[in-house]
Every structure is written in C-alpha cells, then in structure tokens.
C-alpha cells in the first residue's frame, strides 16, 4: 500500500496563474482533507470531504476549490495563485472521520507564489 | 474562539527525559492528539487521549487533564531520531482538529 500520495512535491507559480494538486489514497478511507502549514501556525484545514463526491469548507477556503469525483482521489485548485498561498499543503485522509480514527498524512507539495 | 498553545522550541539531552505541554480550547471536545513531524516530512500519529489521565506507549506517554484543558507528551530516553516538531491537535465539537503550532524538539549528544 503506497498509503496517501501527492503529485506534485514542488512548484513555482507566478500570481495569477493556476494549478492543481492531487490527493490519491489507496486505504478505501471515506473522508480526506487539504491542510495548509505555514511557519509558526498549526496546520489549518482548508477544504474537506465525507465521501466520494462530497465537499466542505473548512478553516481558511477561500481562494481554493476542491473536487472528489471518485473515493481514492480528492483534488484542490488554486484558479489565480496569490503569494499569501505560498505555503506546504498536505492531504490527509482517515476512515470515517471519528476521534479513534488517525489521520493519515501525504509528504505535502511546498508551492511557492511569485 | 479555538485556541491549541504549546512551547515553540525545547532543547534536551540524548538519554533524558522531556515533558512538552499543551493547551486547549476548543468548541466541545473529542479528544486530544499529538502527531510528531520530522522537518520536510508528513505528521504521523502519536497517541490520542479523551479520558483524563495517562497512556503510555513504549517511550512516549501522553496525559489529559480535561478540566484543565491540558495535555502534555512525555518522552523518554531520549534519541536522537526524537528530533523532530511535536504537534498538539484538539478535537472540537464538528471533529475538526484544530492544530498547536508544534513544539520543536532538539535532541543534543
């Protein structure tokens, strides 16, 4: 099992440009997050989702989208990058989202906006 | 408001013990998590309390004080493969964690 992996690791953007990061998850988990860590914060959830198909906002949404077409996949989108994203974001995913049940943490994608 | 605090940074020596503290406030609570992170790579879990008192796994233990809203990791005989950020997470009511900034543990020979 590759656990829970993200595509890409790095990436430059210049403002105003978009892009598309993916989550895939090969543990039939149900639920999935997007976190972003920036120095001197905790992680802060950005977007989550309870199922295939399902999306929610979490803490800091704006300026993102996200999309769970199928239950292994979950897929977060910068339209017009803005340097305040300049941050390393993890996927994460667990089995239902109850408190027994960790979280499991992709190796992140550290995304610098010019 | 939602509020995770924990010591920036703390310095301790191989062999020893160390205790890093936690705070909390949250909107309702279901348990208190520590997740350990090794610089450039994912958190991976540690322990996870929602009674009070004490649990203890191998060399780490973690304890609850939930009328306190206080949680702290104890490690010990300390390696230096322990170097790494320490984080603190608290469940709230939506069971939504919410994040300390981490505790940066160096380990010295």
């Known amino acids: 099992n590759a656990g829970v992996t993200q595509t890409p690791k790095f990436r430059v953007l210049k403002t105003g440009q978009s892009m598309t990061l993916l989550c895939a998850q090969d543990?039939?988990?149900?639920?999935m997050y997007w976190y972003r860590q920036d120095p001197g914060m905790g992680l802060r959830l950005i977007h989550y989702?309870?199922?295939?198909?399902?999306?929610a906002k979490g803490e800091v949404p704006d300026g993102y989208n996200v999309s769970r077409l199928k239950k292994q996949n979950f897929l977060l989108g910068l339209e017009s990058a803005a340097p305040s994203q300049t941050s390393v974001y993890f996927c994460?995913?667990?089995?239902?989202?109850?408190?027994?049940?960790?979280?499991?943490f992709g190796p992140g994608t550290r995304l610098t906006v010019l | 408001g939602q509020n995770i605090d924990q010591p920036t940074e703390m310095t301790a020596t191989e062999g020893a013990i160390v205790q890093i503290n936690c705070t909390y406030q949250?909107?309702?609570?279901?348990?208190l998590f520590w997740y350990q992170q090794h610089a450039g790579e994912a958190p991976t879990f540690l322990s996870y309390?929602?009674l009070d008192g004490l649990e203890e796994k191998g060399r780490f233990s973690s304890f609850l004080s939930r009328s306190k809203g206080y949680s702290y990791l104890l490690l010990k005989e300390l390696q230096m493969k322990d170097s790494a950020s320490y984080l603190c997470?608290?469940?709230?009511?939506?069971?939504?964690?919410?994040w300390g900034a981490g505790t940066k543990l160096i380990i010295k020979p």
């Open positions: 994460a995913s667990s089995p239902y989202g109850q408190p027994t049940d960790t979280q499991y």
């Open positions: 543990m039939n988990h149900e639920y």
């Open positions: 989702s309870v199922g295939e198909g399902t999306t």
């Open positions: 949250t909107s309702g609570f279901n348990g």
């Open positions: 309390n929602v």
């Open positions: 997470a608290a469940m709230d009511s939506n069971y939504q964690l919410i």
